[in-house]
Each structure stands twice: as C-alpha cells, then as structure tokens.
C-alpha cells in the first residue's frame, strides 16, 4: 500500500526518499531529462528522470522511487510546486494504449465518449472532487441525523409499486406472471416504520421512476428519506434547516437562516414557477388592469395578461427563443417591445399595436428603455409560459451564475393536479399527503381549492426535497383513494398491507426525501447531474458502458415465463 500520496510533500521534505505512484498525467521532454506529471486522487507531484529510455504513455500506472529535491522553476499553482521527485527506480505496472480522450479537465470529448470510458472521465481532478464532495455530504448527513438520534434502516429494492407519479420499472421472476416493482420511493416502508415505532428513520437510499432523463434527471437517483413520528411541518422544516446549518458550515458555504418561506400561489403568480429561482427578479407583473380598454382582439377576451419587463435590449434570436419557450409552455404567442432610447427605436408588435399601455408600464417600472414580454391568457397559461421565459432570460443574461444560493420552502400547495383535457385529477405530490386542515372536510368535493400539507425545499431554480405531514386516519386515507377514483378492491391489492397498519396503530408522522444528485449538482456548480453520478445513464436512460438494458437469452425469458413477440 502506499504511504505518501501525490498531494503531501513539501518542501520540508526535502532529502526525503520516498515511493509515489500514480497514473501519468503528462509528460515532458527536454533534453536528457523526462518531467512527469504523477496523478493520483488527492493531485500531482512532478517527477524527473534521467537519461531516462523507457517509453512511457500516458495514463500509464508508474511507481516511482527518488529522493525529494527543490525545483528550479517552481510552480505556484500546484500545491506540490516547490519539490519535485527525482527519481531513482521506475516501474511501470501497467501500461496504457491509445486513449480515447486525453484526461483533462478541460476536457472537450463528447460526453458519450466520456461515459463509455467512465473510468477514465472519472481520473479528471473535477470529477474526482465531485465524487470527494458526494462522499463528504452524505457523511455529514449521516452524522447530523445520527447526532439527533435517526436510525438509518434499509428498506426493500425488489418490492411493490409505490405511486409517486412515474412509470415503475418491474423486475420478471421465475413466478408465473408475476413481477416486482422497483420502489419509486420508500415511502410506505418509511410509513410502516412510523407504524413500527421507530420514530426517527432516515436513509440514503436508491430510488427508481421509469421516466426520461433530462440534465437534471436519472431513472435511478439517490434520495435522502426522513420520516418522523408526532412531527409537524414545523417540526421537518427547522430540523432540515439545522441540517443544512451544518452541512453548509462544514462546506464552508455561507446559507442565511431561517429560509425563506413562499406559498404556492405566491411563486406562481410572482414568478410563474413551483420551483422559483430566486437569485434573480424579472417578477411577472399583472398587465390586465392597465389593458382593460385595449381594442387589441387577441387581448381582450384573455383572462389574464401578464409582462416581465427585463432591462436588456432583446434582440431578435433572444425574441424567437423566448416565443418557443413560451408556445412550448401553452401560450399562443408572446407578444413583446424593445425599447432602446440610444437608438431611439422602439420595435415589436407591442409598440404598434399598444404604444399607450406599453408607456405606462414603462411609468410604472420607472424604467425609460428595456424590454417588454407579454402573455394574454388563462391565469395558469400566462404564468406557467413566462415563468419558463423567466428562466430562459435568467439562462440567455447568466443572471444564474451568481455564486450565492438562494433557498425557498414553497408551502400551502394544492392537494391535486388537474389535467384540464382529460379533466381527471391526479396527486400533487402523493395519495398519502395529508389535506391542509382547512380543506379537511371540503378537498374530496371541491378538488380544484383544495390544498395539502405539503412542503418542497427549492434551491437555485431546482426542487431539491418535497416531503408532507401524511394522512394518519384510515377515513381519510379512504377518500382521497375515492376522490383519485382508486376502487376500494385496486387500493386493498395495491396497499392493503399498509392500510391495515392504520388500524393497529399509527402515529401522527411527517417525512421528506431530497434529492442528492440533484443537490451535489448545484453544490459542485456541474452543468448535468451525470456529472456526480459515478456511472450514470445517458441522456436516454442507457448505461452505454456496460450496454445496459440489453437483449436476454430466449432460455432465460422462458425461465420468467415471458415471450419475445416479433413484430412483422
Ligand atoms: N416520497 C416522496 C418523494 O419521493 C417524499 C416524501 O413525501 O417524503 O418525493
């Protein structure tokens, strides 16, 4: 094993022999001597050899035996940069080939390429402090909720469908017909460990939702789950508030307490957005007052007119990208207005077809140029497709580079989702959510204003962690089931098992899970959430290393009792 690591001597050492080893980050030759840049998970120490006729590739695995001596042309950006390494015995353990991708940090391969030699990708120093930071979080968490008296407890991977609003993955088995689902969640084992009196559970925990991946979504992902018996809202939040206290302390990441808190509405109608980014205005303004006398047709009928003023002069790409955005969102269209007293223009639909209104909104934001964006629509229209032209703007302008974080708790949500074509309801969040407690005795009949008792942590523009006070009466378990149009007969064989713990038992509880990909994502500044995975899928959900999923043998689908059907 080795006893000195790539990052450790200094120039105290000098004299010192040692034994480094490592993968050969670079290599350079200048006259008789051969510099080698030696890398290993914690840097890299410079090597010099001699006369030296070996062929050396790099990424190569060396062991190296010298004596620590000064260098000459020291180095300030490396840590190491005062010593170097000259070395005495070489041994190359393993030699590399031609590599696919040189391992850089700055690194310009195709992230494909990347992924099919994970191991290679993940020899680059950023990738490795990504890997380095996940490990030293999910430490903190373990040690804050151990130090408030959490058990972490395992719970099934091969189990039963848990409905948190994604397809299941299912696993076949060698019982006729018969199939395990992959959890979606632990959420009824964190449930039943309420019922079992374990109070405090948490887990660091792999979850499975059969969706497509997007940058900030994986079809396996890592949740932190917590459940707490006889614990409010108010309960979860301040405890997730110590626990962040802690682990943005250890990071050294400043986070002011107590967090912000927003209700549903509020972020809807204020930025358009469950999941606000608060680390920039733009607010969506009502306009609907101001066009009450418009005789412009497309905005008269409309229930609601909302603007973002932005003080950037959109130009004509930022113009058809925002458009998209807002169309992709709902919107007819996005009707908009440039004004640029420099040039003295004033440009757009906006201007030609409602100059006074477009001039009070001006008076009203006491701005004299900038740019105007516009939705005429229904309430919900209008804010979803700006609050998505929002965040567009927040990306175009990079008013999210800001190094600063910004955390929101969304609070008061509504209890159901409406699918305003089909016009079936689903859950907000999941069928064991409890109601708020003023809609207790309303939400089944009214569902459109009935709210729950949910909470979601937002941070950066990304929800990291969504969690509830759950329903702990078996009658009101039964009517959200009867309000989701779940039979009594489909509940019984999909949840019996846990309904029955309603019945001998079951302490008030609230719980949250949070998404740790998702929050090393933002804590490493990485683009993707494929970037702190160790070996994730690809943006279609493959594992293009291994080629996973792929085609099985005709003997082991007769042993699940499974046939291939060939499509002519
Ligand atoms: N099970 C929920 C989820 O995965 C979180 C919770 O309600 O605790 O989103």
Same mark, same amino acid.
């Given at each position: 094993m080795k006893n000195v690591n790539n990052n450790e001597l200094r120039i105290k050492d000098i004299g010192r022999k040692v034994t480094l080893y490592g993968f050969v980050a670079n290599k350079r030759k200048m006259g008789e001597l051969t510099f080698i840049d030696l890398r290993d998970r914690w840097g890299i120490t410079q090597i010099v050899i001699k006369g030296n006729n070996q062929k050396i590739s790099k990424e190569s695995v060396l062991k190296v035996t010298g004596i620590v001596i000064e260098r000459q042309d020291k180095n300030k950006n490396l840590p190491t940069g005062e010593i170097e390494i000259e070395s005495k015995e070489i041994e190359v353990l393993s030699s590399a080939e031609q590599l696919p #991708? +040189?391992?850089?940090?700055? &690194? =310009? %391969?195709? =992230?494909e390429t990347r992924l099919r030699h994970r191991y290679l990708d993940l020899r680059r120093p950023k990738m490795m402090k990504n890997l380095v930071l996940r490990h030293k979080v999910n430490k903190l968490i373990r040690d804050f909720l151990d130090s408030q008296e959490f058990l972490e407890i395992e719970t099934p991977i091969l189990s039963k469908s848990t409905p948190e609003g994604a397809r299941d993955f299912l696993v076949p088995t060698r019982k006729k017909g018969k199939f395990f689902a992959l959890p979606q969640s632990p959420q009824l084992y964190k449930q039943l460990l309420m019922a079992s009196g374990v109070e405090k559970y948490f887990q660091i925990v792999r979850a499975f939702r059969d969706e497509d991946s997007r940058k900030d979504r994986q079809p396996e992902f890592t949740q932190l789950d917590i459940e707490m018996s006889y614990a409010s809202e108010e309960d979860v939040i301040n405890l997730v508030e110590k626990l962040f206290k802690y682990i943005f302390e250890k990071l050294g990441r400043n986070l002011s307490f107590p967090i912000q808190r927003m209700e549903f509405d509020e972020a809807m109608n204020r930025f358009g957005s469950d999941k606000p980014d608060l680390r920039f205005g733009n607010e969506l303004k009502d306009a609907t007052e101001i066009f009450a006398n418009t005789s412009f047709n497309a905005f008269k009928k %409309? =229930?609601?007119i909302k603007y973002i003023f932005v003080? /950037? !002069?959109?130009n004509k790409k930022h113009i058809k990208i925002l458009e998209e955005e807002a169309k992709k969102n709902g919107a007819k269209g996005l009707a908009w207005s440039t004004i640029d007293l420099e040039l003295n223009q004033k440009l757009g639909p906006g201007y030609k077809f409602f100059e006074e209104e477009i001039n009070q909104i001006l008076t009203l934001n006491e701005k004299q140029q900038g740019s105007i964006l516009l939705v005429a629509d229904t309430n919900d229209i209008s804010n979803k497709s700006l609050g998505a032209v929002r965040t567009k703007i927040g990306e175009i302008f990079k008013y999210t580079d800001k190094k600063e974080d910004k955390l929101v708790w969304i609070t008061n949500w509504p209890l159901y989702e409406c699918d305003e074509e089909n016009k079936t309801f689903s859950s907000a969040h999941h069928p064991f959510t409890s109601p708020s407690l003023d809609t207790l005795d309303s939400f089944d009949i009214d569902k459109k204003n009935a709210k729950s008792r949910a909470y979601d942590l937002v941070m950066n $523009?990304? /929800?990291i962690g969504g969690g509830s006070v759950r329903i702990n009466s078996l009658e009101i378990q039964k009517r !959200? #089931?009867?309000? &989701?149009?779940?039979?009594?007969?489909q509940a019984n064989k999909q949840f019996g098992f846990f309904l029955e713990a309603f019945k001998f038992g079951l302490p008030p509880h609230? $719980? +949250? %899970? #949070? $998404? !740790?990909?998702?929050?090393i994502m933002i804590l490493t500044n990485s683009q993707s959430i494929r970037d702190v995975i160790a070996f994730p899928k690809n943006a279609n959900g493959i594992a293009i290393m291994e080629n996973a999923p792929s085609i099985t043998s005709k003997e082991q689908l007769d042993e699940y009792f499974i046939m291939e059907i060939n499509e002519e």
């Amino acid at each position: 094993m080795k006893n000195v690591n790539n990052n450790e001597l200094r120039i105290k050492d000098i004299g010192r022999k040692v034994t480094l080893y490592g993968f050969v980050a670079n290599k350079r030759k200048m006259g008789e001597l051969t510099f080698i840049d030696l890398r290993d998970r914690w840097g890299i120490t410079q090597i010099v050899i001699k006369g030296n006729n070996q062929k050396i590739s790099k990424e190569s695995v060396l062991k190296v035996t010298g004596i620590v001596i000064e260098r000459q042309d020291k180095n300030k950006n490396l840590p190491t940069g005062e010593i170097e390494i000259e070395s005495k015995e070489i041994e190359v353990l393993s030699s590399a080939e031609q590599l696919p #991708f +040189i391992v850089h940090d700055d &690194l =310009e %391969a195709k =992230e494909e390429t990347r992924l099919r030699h994970r191991y290679l990708d993940l020899r680059r120093p950023k990738m490795m402090k990504n890997l380095v930071l996940r490990h030293k979080v999910n430490k903190l968490i373990r040690d804050f909720l151990d130090s408030q008296e959490f058990l972490e407890i395992e719970t099934p991977i091969l189990s039963k469908s848990t409905p948190e609003g994604a397809r299941d993955f299912l696993v076949p088995t060698r019982k006729k017909g018969k199939f395990f689902a992959l959890p979606q969640s632990p959420q009824l084992y964190k449930q039943l460990l309420m019922a079992s009196g374990v109070e405090k559970y948490f887990q660091i925990v792999r979850a499975f939702r059969d969706e497509d991946s997007r940058k900030d979504r994986q079809p396996e992902f890592t949740q932190l789950d917590i459940e707490m018996s006889y614990a409010s809202e108010e309960d979860v939040i301040n405890l997730v508030e110590k626990l962040f206290k802690y682990i943005f302390e250890k990071l050294g990441r400043n986070l002011s307490f107590p967090i912000q808190r927003m209700e549903f509405d509020e972020a809807m109608n204020r930025f358009g957005s469950d999941k606000p980014d608060l680390r920039f205005g733009n607010e969506l303004k009502d306009a609907t007052e101001i066009f009450a006398n418009t005789s412009f047709n497309a905005f008269k009928k %409309a =229930e609601k007119i909302k603007y973002i003023f932005v003080d /950037e !002069i959109l130009n004509k790409k930022h113009i058809k990208i925002l458009e998209e955005e807002a169309k992709k969102n709902g919107a007819k269209g996005l009707a908009w207005s440039t004004i640029d007293l420099e040039l003295n223009q004033k440009l757009g639909p906006g201007y030609k077809f409602f100059e006074e209104e477009i001039n009070q909104i001006l008076t009203l934001n006491e701005k004299q140029q900038g740019s105007i964006l516009l939705v005429a629509d229904t309430n919900d229209i209008s804010n979803k497709s700006l609050g998505a032209v929002r965040t567009k703007i927040g990306e175009i302008f990079k008013y999210t580079d800001k190094k600063e974080d910004k955390l929101v708790w969304i609070t008061n949500w509504p209890l159901y989702e409406c699918d305003e074509e089909n016009k079936t309801f689903s859950s907000a969040h999941h069928p064991f959510t409890s109601p708020s407690l003023d809609t207790l005795d309303s939400f089944d009949i009214d569902k459109k204003n009935a709210k729950s008792r949910a909470y979601d942590l937002v941070m950066n $523009g990304y /929800e990291i962690g969504g969690g509830s006070v759950r329903i702990n009466s078996l009658e009101i378990q039964k009517r !959200i #089931f009867d309000s &989701l149009n779940i039979s009594k007969q489909q509940a019984n064989k999909q949840f019996g098992f846990f309904l029955e713990a309603f019945k001998f038992g079951l302490p008030p509880h609230s $719980g +949250i %899970a #949070f $998404g !740790i990909d998702r929050l090393i994502m933002i804590l490493t500044n990485s683009q993707s959430i494929r970037d702190v995975i160790a070996f994730p899928k690809n943006a279609n959900g493959i594992a293009i290393m291994e080629n996973a999923p792929s085609i099985t043998s005709k003997e082991q689908l007769d042993e699940y009792f499974i046939m291939e059907i060939n499509e002519e």
